[in-house]
């Protein structure tokens, strides 16, 4: 079983729409909770970080995390075309700077 | 602000050839991984470093080797390159618990 799982999409959904992306992971020792999006060719850049529960706001994106239920979120209000990309989880734990990641949900965002 | 640096965006490797793929950050981190992309396989790590001269394999490190002589610097070497090592290369690197930072990618191709 992945220790972090995504689905992979595609999530389509129309312009000015809220994306629901949605992340599980499977160890209760997992601290820091990190969403990277990727564009076909490029390489992922960080897009929220959020390591407590409830939710992280940062313009047109919130992070939720429910560490009890083992899930992290990522909204994407008042989507747009330029949103459409792959969008990747990821999961470290206290035990060192190492990351796993989910293998990604791809969004389209549709004029 | 984070950089790391890849040294080539593209690359065309013979079969038998050796590879070299140099990696450069600028912020003085510890830990620095080497990660190969391919569709519908996600991420996977190669290899990793949490210090100079210290190496540690990671899921996938079979026909490849990595040398780190200075902090900054992280290079993964392909021994006698072979056609399914053609892939997208991601170096990254972390510091101080914070979340990975990724160079923009080298894609190796392997005739």
């Known amino acids: 079983q992945k220790e972090v799982e995504q689905n992979s999409g595609p999530l389509s959904v129309p312009e000015g729409a809220i994306a629901s992306l949605n992340c599980t992971y499977s160890?209760?020792?997992?601290?820091?909770f990190f969403w990277y999006r990727q564009y076909s060719g490029k390489s992922p850049e960080l897009i929220m970080s959020i390591y407590s529960n409830g939710d992280k706001e940062d313009g047109r994106f919130t992070a939720q995390l429910n560490k009890a239920s083992q899930y992290v979120s990522l909204l994407i209000r008042d989507s747009q075309p330029s949103d459409s990309a792959t969008y990747l989880c990821?999961?470290?734990?206290?035990?060192?700077?190492?990351?796993?990641f989910g293998g990604g949900t791809r969004l389209m965002v549709k004029p | 602000d984070v950089k790391v640096t890849q040294s080539s965006r593209y690359l065309v490797k013979r079969t038998g050839e050796k590879v070299f793929l140099e990696c450069v950050q600028d912020m003085d981190h510890e830990n620095m991984f080497w990660y190969r992309q391919d569709p519908g396989l996600g991420l996977r790590l190669i290899y990793f470093?949490?210090?100079?001269?210290?190496?540690e394999k990671g899921d996938i490190p079979e026909g490849y080797s990595v040398s780190r002589e200075k902090k900054e610097r992280f290079s993964l070497i392909l021994e006698s390159a072979s056609t399914n090592q053609t892939s997208m290369y991601l170096c990254a690197s972390v510091g101080g618990g914070g979340p990975l930072h990724f160079g923009n990618g080298t894609r190796l191709t392997v005739t």
């Open positions: 470093s949490y210090d100079v001269k210290m190496k």
């Open positions: 160890d209760r020792g997992s601290q820091s």
């Open positions: 990821a999961v470290k734990n206290n035990a060192g700077n190492m990351l796993t």
